[in-house]
């Protein structure tokens, strides 16, 4: 049986990183990693030439505009880059016969503090970032048959800008961090969605293809921003650094966040033969790495 063909949009973020990394040294897949230099996927013109001739068995777009403070005014060009070159995606791998893999956010949910959020929960996102990755969504259910969506939250890795290395980086040059503990949700590794989409891609050669549609995606287990904190800083040796517990409110965000990102992951533990790693395993592996 032939390479499995990936073509990869923002492969300089997190997980586009960790992707390539992880996916090297595959015989079984034939990686085209690209960035907004080599594809710039606002471009349907650019996006129809590289179907044409690399002919991906996937698309995977890893490519977002995830500022989400910076959303509330730089709304035309989230909207853009998470809703419009989305459509774009949508029509090259509708011609092309090509399944679109795409990542989403927890954002795009309504934030109930008391519910656990399956697939089908309400979607009314509070943020412009929010509203342009659910847009996003509903143009790939609505054109697209060969999908499959992953709403993700709170993710991270050893690469680029996230949460775990903004607390290790604060950790060196303040006497005290603040962090807000009534924000819940379950951290997601990117190294092991990395995996999980690699399952996804070999599935067809072991003849077992999950249904295509709407997956939620993160480690397993529950916390809060604070104790999220707590963990990286014992993990990395730093348990004794001062943390300061504020609320949300106190906090003072441009753009409003979900109080509750509790995602249930039943559907994906159904039709994916993929274990979850508990959130604190994975947060380790993590910053073994980084340390």
């Known amino acids: 049986m032939k390479n499995v063909r990936i073509l990869l949009t923002g492969a300089k973020g997190q997980l586009g990183q960790s992707i390539t990394n992880r996916w090297k040294n595959n015989l079984q897949i034939e990686l085209l990693a690209t960035d907004i230099e080599e594809l710039d996927i606002c471009d349907p013109i650019a996006l129809q030439q590289e179907f044409s001739k690399f002919k991906p068995d996937f698309c995977l777009n890893g490519a977002a ?23 774009n995606l949508c029509i090259a791998c509708k011609e092309h016969n090509t399944t679109l893999l795409h990542i989403s956010s927890d954002y795009v949910y309504d934030s109930w503090p008391v519910k656990l959020l399956t697939e089908s929960a309400p979607t009314r996102p509070k943020s412009i970032y929010g509203q342009s990755k659910l847009l996003g969504d509903q143009l790939i259910i609505n054109q697209l048959v ?120 039943k559907k994906f533990l159904q039709h994916f033969n993929f274990p979850l790693k508990d959130w604190k395993v994975s947060l380790r592996e993590c910053i073994d790495s980084l340390t």
């Open 65 to 87: 505009y995830t500022a989400v403070d910076k959303a509330e005014i730089e709304q035309e060009k989230a909207m853009a880059i998470n809703a419009q070159a989305v459509k």
């Open 146 to 265: 060969k999908y499959y969506i992953f709403r993700t939250s709170w993710l991270y890795s050893e690469y680029g800008n996230n949460f775990v290395k903004t607390i290790l980086r604060l950790s060196q040059s303040r006497p005290e961090i603040q962090v807000v503990d009534d924000q819940f949700g379950s951290p997601t590794y990117a190294g092991d969605l990395a995996e999980a989409l690699k399952y996804l891609v070999l599935a067809q050669k072991a003849h077992h293809v999950p249904p295509f549609g709407v997956y939620n995606f993160s480690n397993d287990g529950f916390t809060n921003w604070f104790d999220f904190a707590c963990n990286i800083l014992e993990f990395a040796g730093k348990s004794g650094f001062p943390l300061k517990r504020i609320s949300t409110k106190s906090f003072g965000s441009p753009a409003p966040r979900p109080y509750n990102s509790k995602m249930s992951k």
